[in-house]
């Protein structure tokens, strides 16, 4: 009987002495193993330039989207577009065409 509480006492404290000194040898090496601390710092700034090119898109679609609605409603924008984009005049306007590779004497 004394013989079963002995191996019984030695495993009460030889069990998590033997997980304490796995934990120590084990943590140190699967942090920096590369699958380890440098894999998760390079997920991190992974995901903090994804969250600013996201941040880059919203704010370009939230442009988009005031530009759709000016183009629907304001006739000062839609003016805009066809004259700067589309090259269109009004009847009366004057036109000047210069031409692109002429010196200046």
Same mark, same amino acid.
């Given at each position: 009987?004394?013989? /079963? #509480?002995? *191996?019984?006492?030695? =495993?009460?404290?030889?069990?998590? +002495?033997?997980? =304490?000194?796995?934990a120590? /040898?084990?943590?140190? *090496?699967?942090? %920096?193993e590369?699958?380890? $601390?440098?894999?998760?710092?390079? $997920?991190? #700034?992974?995901?903090? #330039?994804?969250?600013?090119?996201?941040?880059?898109?919203?704010?370009? /679609?939230?442009? +988009?989207?005031?530009?759709?609605?000016? +183009?629907r409603?304001?006739?000062?924008?839609?003016?805009? *577009?066809?004259?700067?984009? $589309?090259?269109? /005049?009004?009847?009366?306007?004057? *036109?000047? +065409? %210069?031409?692109?590779?002429?010196?200046?004497?």
């Amino acid at each position: 009987m004394h013989r /079963v #509480q002995r *191996v019984a006492h030695t =495993l009460a404290w030889a069990l998590p +002495l033997a997980l =304490l000194l796995t934990a120590i /040898v084990a943590v140190p *090496v699967m942090m %920096f193993e590369p699958g380890g $601390l440098p894999r998760w710092r390079a $997920l991190r #700034q992974e995901l903090r #330039q994804l969250n600013e090119h996201n941040e880059r898109l919203r704010l370009e /679609v939230e442009r +988009l989207h005031r530009e759709i609605e000016a +183009l629907r409603t304001d006739p000062a924008t839609v003016e805009r *577009v066809a004259r700067d984009e $589309l090259g269109l /005049v009004r009847p009366g306007d004057l *036109v000047l +065409l %210069f031409p692109a590779d002429s010196e200046a004497p």
